[in-house]
Every structure is written in C-alpha cells, then in structure tokens.
C-alpha cells in the first residue's frame, strides 16, 4: 500500500476513536455507578436505539471480513457463513429474546439460578459465558491484525502483533470506563457506518457489472479457475464424508449458537420491557439480514474483481478480500478514488472490531464480576463493588484475548467465530432451553448440561485439524490430531443436551414447582420482571 493508503485509512480510524472515546468520557461523567448502569445502560435504550446496537455488536470482522472473504476463495460454501448468521436470528426471536429479558437482570447466568441452588449454576454458567467471549475476542483480534498488516504494506509480525495490543487496550478503556451505555452507543455508532460502507461497495460492485448479477457469477466462477464447481456445493465442504459432515456441524453451530452468546443475551437487558426486546430483535433482524445479503455481493465481486489468487496473497485465509476489493473500485491502488475508498473500507473494519470486542468484554467481565466472583468469594472477606471486579476482570479478559490473538493470527476470522457458535450453541443453548421449558429441570442437570456441552466442544476443538496435523493449523509442526472434524458443534451440542437430560434424570433433587411456576409466569408475562 502506498503511504497516502495509510495516512488517509489512520486518519480516518483515528477520527473514530476520538469520537468513541469522548463518548465513552462523555457517558463515564454522567452515570451514577450502579450495577443496572454499568451491565445493562439504566434499561433506557429504545427498540430501535438496541435494534441498531444488537446489529453492530453481531456484525463483527467475521461477517465483514470473513464472510466475504470465504465466499472470494470458496463460491458457494462461503454462503453457509452469511445463512447461518441470519437464520439464527428466528430462534433467538421465537424461543429467547422476552423469555430472557423477563427471566434475568445481567447475565446468562440469572436465568438459570432464579429456579435453581445459585452457586453451582453460576460458576457453570460464568465460566462457560467467559470462554465463549474469549473464542469471540480472538476472532476479532485476528481480523485486526491482518488489517493492519494489508494497511502497513504488510511490514511483519510486529505490526500485527502492536494492533492486537492497541485493539485490546482500547476495548478495556470502553468497558471500564463507559460500561453498557458507552458500549451501545459506540455499537449504533459502528452499525450506521458498516452499513454505509457496504451499501457503497454494494452499488459499485453491481454498477461495474451494469446490474447483471448474473455476469458477476459467472466471471467470479472463471477467475476462480473451478468454473460451475465454484458457484456448486462442495468446493471447502463436498470433498469426502468428512468434509460434508464438517459442513453440517458448521451449520448446526451457526443457526444455534447465537442464542448462546452471551454478549447478545445480555443485550435484551438494556430495554424497559420484553416487548421492547422482540422489537429491538425485529430491528435487528431486519438490518443483519440486509448486511449479509450485501456480504454475498462483496464476496463474489471480489472473486471477480480482485481475482481469488490475489486475495489470498495478501492473506491466505481471505481475511482482506473487502478492502483490495474497495481499493480496485475505486480505481486501482495509484487512484485518488482507490486511496480514499480503501482507506474509508479500513476505518469501518476498524471501527466493526473496536465495537464488537467492547461489547464482548462487558460480557465477560459481567460473567466474572456477577456470577464467578460473587459465587466464588467467601462471606467473610471484605465484599467489593461488583462493578469494580468487572472493571479489574475486563483487564484481565483483555490480556487473555490479546495473547490467543496473537497466536491464531493466521486463521479466518469467520472460521475462528464458528468456534465460538459451537462452544455457544454446546455449553449455553442447553441449559437456557431446559431452564426456560423443561419443568422437570434439577440443579444438577444445569450443571451437567453446561460442562457436558463445554469440556467436549473445548477438547475436541484440541483434537481437530484446527490446532494440530494440518499446514494450517495452530501448531503444524507437530500431529495430535484425533477428531477429523474442524468444528465440533455436531458432537458437542447433543452432547450437551443428552448431560442435561442424564444429570436431571440421574438427581435426586426434586424440581421446585413453585419456582417453576414464578419462573414460567414472569418470563410469559414480565410480572416482577427488574
């Protein structure tokens, strides 16, 4: 990249962090230091203001990034990517968004202990919603990397390696200093503008090919050197049995791990009542499913554009196929159109990542500070402000993440956030469906359903070709390779229902009626919801 890419891309970006942090200043001078105000924003948010919150904090680098980028190299098995993001959404607006909003206060956790013994559901629950964010914070960190890597002319390591650590101190100056109302607004704030962007990239893409989306396939399939194969199943996905089994976990995890996460989960608190969080859900439903409508546009234009061999020369797993998209729409890399549109797509990539990590580690701190801390401290110790434990915890869930960052560097964003979905959709969707409708449902079998779906999803993650015995993996150099799947959701997910059932089944805890019955009527009806 030429030295004008850079300056206009750092300006750009350098704006939205000043603007980002004088909301976050702003907000962290009028707030009142409460637990409701740090966690959840007073409640204040209307539908729309959250619809467009929930949409920024769910359209991260994966989607913009990765998403595109998977469809440039790939063709058609891209698409899972953007399908399962968007058909998650039903089951979080059918089964979770009033139910969660009536039944909870902060957490995942609050659901599942307002029938349940607290303490061992809330170290479960707390850990699993900690390690699903740090999965989520290291997609994010490597889609910053190699952004910054493209925009510095790929120049080593170390500059990959200095924007995963800027990326993570400014994500906990967000969190500790503005919390949940800061965080919104810097995410509704990053929404508008990655949908600018992509309705731009959009139009150019469908202008140079006079509106033909036809003629976009079929150059996209020949630059591709595939052919039919490109824009058919089964180019990543379609090789042998145990590709297409990798395809159906992949899909299983995405369409069932959104209504696991808990950054998303948390969101629904940050509206007065529950129908204002179906409302906030339509919002959103409506936004995501237009972006990655685009994300398919984005995707093919730059197989067609940029040509596939281009993009993974810049970065093997596609991560930067938008950008050198951009920068050939607008002219080509010597252009003054091709400087300011790339240096445009760059900021907004910026700005897609400093969101959604600031709107995870809240998350993971609330997990920390309102459930593990809480459960875990003794009754004699001198007790401290949550708030100020999740303060403390979003420091240490920043270093966490900056440091496993740094290590799958070379990955796909979109990939690495499939993970996630599957340990997501293992450890959090069991217990969360069972506590909401099964009446049956014991302590032990939240317990149980929690780890059941967690410890698996985490070792067969170890046991995959993602970490070890393939030239792409994290550690290729050596082969503990046992599992043959990429993604463990097909494995993982029934096994976590199946330890929530067993462990209800097997308890001699008899299920408490009466608390059913409260927790039934509340998440129905919002009576003596907070």
Not at 71 to 99: H, Q
Not at 120 to 142: D, E
Request: aromatic share 10%; proline share 3%.
């Amino acid at each position: 990249m030429t030295g004008n890419h850079q300056t206009l891309a750092l300006m750009l970006f350098s704006v939205f962090v000043a603007v980002t942090l004088g909301i976050t200043t702003w907000v962290s001078r009028n707030r009142h230091g409460s637990a409701e105000e740090f966690y959840a924003g007073g409640r204040l948010f209307s539908p729309m203001e959250n619809g467009f919150a929930i949409a920024g904090d769910y359209m991260s680098a994966a989607s913009f990034l990765g998403i595109s980028g998977l469809i440039a190299l790939f063709g058609y098995d891209g698409l899972l990517y953007s399908v399962g993001f968007l058909v998650a959404w039903l089951v979080v607006l059918f089964l979770v968004a009033e139910l969660v909003r009536n039944c909870g206060r902060f957490t995942l956790a609050d659901v599942v202990a307002a029938r349940m013994r607290e303490r061992p559901v809330r170290i479960a629950a707390g850990t699993s919603s900690v390690t699903v964010s740090v999965l989520y914070l290291v997609a994010q960190m490597v889609g910053a990397g190699s952004l910054v890597a493209l925009l510095l002319g790929n120049t080593g390591e170390a500059a990959r390696s200095w924007a995963v650590i800027g990326v993570g101190a400014l994500m906990v100056v967000y969190v500790s200093l503005g919390g949940m109302r800061a965080t919104t607004w810097i995410q509704i704030v990053k929404a508008v503008l990655l949908l600018g962007g992509t309705v731009t990239l959009t139009v150019l893409v469908l202008v140079r090919f006079h509106g033909d989306f036809d003629q976009l396939l079929r150059t996209a399939a020949e630059r591709s050197g595939h052919g039919d194969a490109f824009l058919a199943p089964g180019l990543k996905y379609g090789g042998d049995w145990t590709a297409r089994f990798d395809f159906m976990s992949l899909g299983l995890a995405l369409v069932l791990g959104t209504a696991g996460l808990p950054h998303i989960l948390s969101r629904f608190y940050t509206v007065p009542t529950a129908q204002a969080a179906r409302r906030s859900v339509v919002w959103s439903i409506g936004l995501i499913g237009g972006f990655y409508l685009m994300t398919i546009v984005l995707g093919f234009g730059a197989a067609a554009i940029v040509g596939p061999d281009a993009v993974r020369g810049s970065n093997a797993s596609g991560n930067t196929a938008v950008p050198l998209l951009a920068l050939d729409l607008g002219g080509g890399p010597d252009s003054t159109g091709g400087t300011v549109l790339f240096a445009v797509v760059a900021a907004v990539a910026f700005a897609t990542i400093l969101a959604v990590v600031a709107g995870i580690t809240l998350a993971s701190s609330a997990s920390v500070a309102h459930d593990l801390y809480a459960s875990l401290r003794r009754r004699r110790s001198r007790p401290r402000s949550e708030v100020a434990v999740a303060r403390v915890a979003a420091v240490g869930v920043g270093a966490v993440a900056i440091g496993l960052g740094l290590l799958a560097r070379d990955l796909n964003v979109a990939f690495l956030v499939g993970l996630a979905f599957a340990v997501a959709a293992s450890a959090n969707l069991p217990v969360l469906l069972y506590s909401l409708f099964w009446r049956g449902f014991t302590t032990r079998g939240a317990v149980w359903a929690v780890y059941g779906g967690l410890i698996p999803a985490l070792a067969l993650v170890v046991l995959s070709p993602v970490v070890s015995g393939s030239p792409g993996a994290l550690f290729p150099a050596v082969d503990f390779q046992y599992f043959p799947l990429e993604n463990p959701g097909l494995v993982s997910i029934p096994l976590g229902f199946l330890a929530g059932w067993l462990g209800t089944v097997t308890s001699a805890e008899v299920a408490d009626e009466a608390k059913h019955a409260e927790a039934e009527v509340r998440s129905l009806t919002g009576a003596g919801a907070a």
